[in-house]
Structure formats: C-alpha cells, structure tokens
C-alpha cells in the first residue's frame, strides 16, 4: 500500500542510511552508494558528499538524483525521492556536526566530526527538490 504524503515524508525525515543513486553514464549501471542525509517535511533533502569525488561529478552531469530509505521492522516499508538537484555549496563545519548529532550518540559527535574534517576533505552541500516520489508499506512480514 502506497504511504500518504504525510506518512512518507515522515519516513523520510527519520535518521536513515539512504541509498544514493545517479546516473553513471549510458554504458555503465547507476552509481548507488549508502550516504547519510537530512530531511524535514516539507522541505528539500540535501547531503554531503567530497568535493572532488566522483559521486558529486555525476551529480553534476546528471543534475538529479534519488534517494532511497528502508525498514523490514516493524514492517516492510520504503521510500524513494527523485529530483532535479537545486543547490551546490560549500560544506560548513556546521553542517558536518548537524548530520553527525542525526546519526551518531551525541558522546561521539565531536570525535566523528574531527575525524571527517580531516579524513574526508572538502564536502560539498547538495541539495535537491523532490520531485517524484514512490512509497509503500508492504505491512508485518
């Protein structure tokens, strides 16, 4: 059964690993990667991914995206938003501790944050408007 417009966003806006899809070009399979993201209802999802990474290459070629979350507990239930990408900027700080705090206890925020900064590099904010969206609850397995 499909989700309401509401129940999905709300799906959504929980603190999920989505997988990220994007076109890889006419002779290769989409690129789908796990990617941590944040998203009110309502409003627009956007993430954060290296600045000089292939992953935001193809975003920039493609110039859209999809996200996809799931959950089999306590019942089978997915959702999928396509759209076109609205949005580039520079990664803030800022930004990298709000995304950590959504996925991670708060005790390992700041540790997680040192790290990335150092490991990762450079991010890029890319934010999308959602503009196709696919939902259903398929119920208790």
């Known amino acids: 059964m499909a989700l309401s417009t509401n129940e999905r966003e709300a799906f959504l806006a929980q603190p999920h690993i989505a997988a990220l ?13 796990p990617i941590w993201y ?3 209802p309502g409003g627009n999802p956007w993430f954060l991914t290296g600045t000089t990474s292939r992953k935001l290459d193809l975003i920039r ?4 995206c999809t996200l996809m979350v ?3 507990e306590p019942s ?8 076109d990408v609205i949005d580039y900027s520079d990664g803030t700080r800022d ?6 705090a959504r996925y991670l206890p708060a005790d390992k925020v700041d ?7 150092v490991d990762h590099g450079d991010q890029t904010k890319v934010v999308f408007a959602p503009g196709q969206w696919i939902s ?5 397995v």
């Open 38 to 40: 944040q998203y009110e």
């Open 111 to 117: 540790a997680y944050v040192e790290f990335a900064t």
């Open 95 to 100: 930004q990298l501790t709000e995304m950590a």
């Open 61 to 64: 070629a493609a110039g859209r």
């Open 21 to 33: 899809s994007v076109e890889a070009g006419s002779d290769r399979a989409p690129l789908v990667v």
């Open 136 to 140: 259903s609850d398929l119920g208790t």
């Open 70 to 72: 799931e959950t089999i």
């Open 76 to 83: 089978i239930r997915y959702v999928a938003v396509s759209g």
